[in-house]
C-alpha cells in the first residue's frame, strides 16, 4: 500500500548548495553595476591599455604581453573583494541574510555558495580576458598550474577581505571603502603600472599588497616564464588566513 503521508524535511545539503550557488550567480549577472565592474572595466582598460601607448610596460613583449596577467589579478579583485563586499553588505542590511540564515541552508553552506558564485564568475572573466589578450596578440608562457594556484588563493584572500568589510561595516561605508580600495590597489598594486616605477622607500610594502603579489606572480608565470612564485604564493596565503580568519570570527550576520 503507497503511503501518501507528508514528509516535511529540509533537501540535501548538497541540493541546498547548488541551488543557492546558481541563485547568488544569477543575481550578480542580472546586476548591472556588478558587471560594470567585474567584466566591462577589466575588458575596456586591457583594449585601451594595450592599443595606446599610455604606460610603458616592463619586460619582453608587447604591452599586451605585461598588460593581460595584472587585469586578470583586477579581474579577480573586483569580483571575489569588492563586488562580493558590496552585494553582501546590502543582503545584510536588508535582512536577507538575517532570513537565510533561519532557513535549513547552514550558514557555512551560505558563505561557500557565495564563493562558488565567486569562482564561476571569475571563470568566465578569465576566458573573455584571455581570449580578448590573445586577439590583441598575447603569448602567454609558463605553466597553467601555477596560474591556477595564484587565481585559487587570490580569491580566497579577496574573499575573506570582502567579508570582513561587509560583516562588520554598515553597508553604505562599505560601499565606498570597496570602490576606494579597488582604484587604490588598481593605481599602486602593479596592475597596469609597474611597481619598479614607484619609489624604492615603499616598494617593499606595495609588494606585500594581495594584488601585487597577485598581479606579480601571474606576470612571472605568463609573462616570463618562470616556475611557480612560491614568495607570491606565500604572501596571498598569509592574507588569505588572515582574512579568512577574521571574516569568520567578527562577520555579523544581523
Known sequence: MTDYSPRPAAA???????AQTALETRMLLRNGEQLLLTV???????????????????GP????????????????????????AIATGFE???GVLKRLGATPLPRWALLTAKTGCVLVTEVLQVAL????????????????????GLLV????????????????????????GANLVFVLLLLI????VPLSRFPEAVRPVLELLPISALSDGLRSVLQYGAGVP?????????????????????????
Open 12 to 18: 540535501p545539503v548538497g541540493r541546498m548548495l547548488l
Open 40 to 58: 566591462i572595466i577589466p575588458t575596456v582598460l586591457l583594449v585601451l591599455f594595450s592599443a595606446v601607448d599610455i604606460v610603458a610596460a616592463d
Open 61 to 84: 613583449g608587447k604591452r599586451v604581453d605585461f598588460l593581460a596577467p595584472g587585469l586578470l589579478a583586477l579581474a579577480v579583485m573586483s569580483t571575489a573583494f569588492t563586488g562580493q
Open 92 to 94: 545584510r542590511r536588508y
Open 129 to 148: 580576458l584571455t581570449v580578448i589578450a590573445l586577439a590583441l596578440g598575447w603569448s602567454p608562457q609558463g605553466g597553467p598550474l601555477a596560474v591556477a
Open 153 to 176: 588563493l587570490g580569491t580566497a584572500a579577496f574573499s575573506g577581505l570582502g567579508l570582513l568589510m561587509a560583516g562588520t561595516l554598515k553597508a553604505e561605508a562599505t560601499l565606498a
Open 189 to 192: 598594486g602593479g596592475v597596469v
Open 230 to 254: 612560491w614568495s607570491d604564493l606565500g604572501v596571498l596565503a598569509v592574507w588569505s588566513v588572515l582574512g579568512l580568519a577574521a571574516a569568520a570570527r567578527f562577520f555579523r550576520w544581523e
